[in-house]
């Protein structure tokens, strides 16, 4: 990763480096013809004011004022020469005459190269061009004027020598500039690239100790506020996270083999007790099937309790929505509680929403009802009484449970719906200690949390505890005319 960084980098910066070079060097082109242009035209205007002057001054002819003029003016690196308008030549400089060596004074053309197409006809006209090859050009600027009466084309020439050795010279500059700098970025995008990866080595070579032995093992952070800083912290928290789950799920393991070795051992006892003797009276059998069939259903109850938990857990447990009155499943939730109820000598007592009608899985709701209910009752000493309201708040339905129990402890208050917390004993129930595994109220709030709600304590004093589910109303999706309509029982 470090090379390829380092290369990326290397190419960015050529990509910068050759567009700069080509802007400059086509912008030091542009600008050397635009101010070759600009000499060769003010050197052309002052000849023309000189040749006039030389014209009114001797009063001889425009062809005599024209060699007179250019014998006395002299240009560095400039050279002129006045053709008359055929094209043949009149008079040049010394060193146009050296270009154009053995060229007689007047009446043959120049055979030097002159500009491709010489100005038109009109008086004024100008044309501009360049002679020679690349490197050692030379910049023509031709005019066509008229003086006394007579036409002259007007050449003035200068070499761009000098313009391209500056050219050159940037080029030269630029072809060592740019591989020295591409070398020397190169290096430092590498050197740059180690030093900020390696707080990246530091994690890997840390994250590669971390087993799950040994989850309290955590990423180096070099620095918290960059971006591997926050990566960094991301990875640390999903570890915790994982260390969290781990322990719960060893947690879990450690609780359900308890509790599954408590109805386990009174099956194998109930079994054992009653082989141990060959001679056993009916009764006797009775009653070790009893204890057998009792610890089964409960056996079972916890292994389905598992399986539910653990489908939910694994995301496998779908929720099968139907239509259906929310009301009536509290009631024949209270007619199974009022059963559970009587041997107790608690009484149960419901208020209901009427017409409450709820899109969600109905099995899974009554299972809700039923868990809380259960609860409450178990833990409502004889005389007590469990209430139960059902009633609409806003866009929700609100289901309370309340019981004139003992309370539940603080110690435990906020792990209350933790799977396999048991507040029987520290309720002082001990005689119902065997009656569940401590998963009611786990599954209870999953089935509200599956369906979009909540479930939570309320209030909690030596008076009692009121448990409050909250489920949204969910919109009753539209049934085909022809579908079979959500039943609606009697209470």
């Not at 082109?29 to 060769?40: I, K, V, Y």
């Not at 009611?440 to 939570?456: F, K, Q, S, T």
């Amino acid at each position: 990763m470090r090379v390829r960084l380092a290369v990326w980098h290397a190419v960015v910066l050529a990509t910068v480096l050759s567009l700069f070079a080509l802007g400059t060097y086509l912008h030091l082109r542009r600008s050397a013809l635009q101010r070759t242009d600009t000499l060769l035209r003010e050197t052309a205007a002052t000849f023309v004011d000189f040749w006039v002057n030389e014209l009114a001054d001797d009063g001889s002819t425009p062809t005599a004022a024209a060699k007179e003029a250019i014998a006395e003016i002299r240009y560095p690196d400039h050279q002129i020469l006045v053709l008359d308008g055929a094209g043949h030549l009149i008079a040049a400089s010394a060193d146009t005459a050296a270009m154009a060596a053995g060229i007689p004074n007047g009446g043959e053309r120049p055979d030097f190269p002159l500009p491709r197409g010489l100005p038109g006809p009109a008086a004024g006209s100008v044309r501009w061009t360049t002679i020679g090859d690349e490197g050692e050009g030379t910049r023509v600027r031709a005019s066509r004027l008229t003086l006394g009466g007579t036409e002259f084309i007007l050449l003035v020439m200068r070499p761009m020598a000098s313009e391209h050795e500056t050219i050159d010279a940037f080029l030269e500059a630029m072809l060592i500039a740019i591989p020295l700098a591409l070398l020397l970025s190169g290096i430092g995008g590498y050197l740059l690239a180690r030093a900020s990866l390696r707080p990246v080595a530091a994690m890997a070579e840390r994250a590669e100790q971390i087993s799950a032995a040994r989850l309290d093992t955590r990423l180096p952070i070099a620095n918290p506020h960059d971006e591997l800083g926050d990566l960094g912290g991301v990875l640390n928290r999903l570890l915790d996270r994982l260390s969290a789950a781990l322990a719960q799920q060893r947690q879990f393991m450690a609780d359900a083999s308890h509790e599954l070795r408590t109805p386990v051992a009174a099956l194998r006892s109930a079994a054992d007790v009653t082989l141990a003797r060959a001679n056993r009276t009916s009764e006797e059998y009775t009653d070790a099937l009893h204890v057998i069939s009792t610890e089964g259903r409960r056996l079972s109850r916890i292994v389905n309790d598992l399986f539910l938990l653990a489908r939910a857990d694994a995301g496998e447990q779908p929720l099968r929505a139907e239509t259906f009155y929310l009301d009536e499943v509290v009631a024949e939730c209270v007619r199974a509680g009022r059963a559970l109820a009587a041997p107790r000598q608690v009484q149960v007592d419901v208020e209901l929403q009427d017409e409450a009608l709820l899109h969600g899985d109905e099995t899974l709701i009554r299972r809700l009802v039923m868990n809380l209910v259960d609860n409450a009752i178990k833990f409502t000493p004889a005389g007590g009484r469990v209430s139960l309201a059902l009633t609409r708040d806003g866009d929700r339905f609100r289901i309370s449970v309340s019981d004139t129990g003992t309370g539940i402890p603080d110690s435990i208050r906020e792990r209350i719906f933790d799977r396999f917390v048991r507040g029987d004993v520290a309720r002082g129930r001990r005689g119902a200690s065997g009656e569940g595994a401590g998963l009611g109220l786990a599954i209870a709030r999953w089935v509200a949390e599956a369906h979009g709600g909540r479930l939570a304590l309320e209030a909690s004093s030596p008076a009692g505890s009121t448990f409050v589910a909250s489920l949204p109303i969910r919109p009753v999706p539209q049934a085909p005319d022809n579908a079979p309509t959500f039943r609606r029982g009697t209470q």
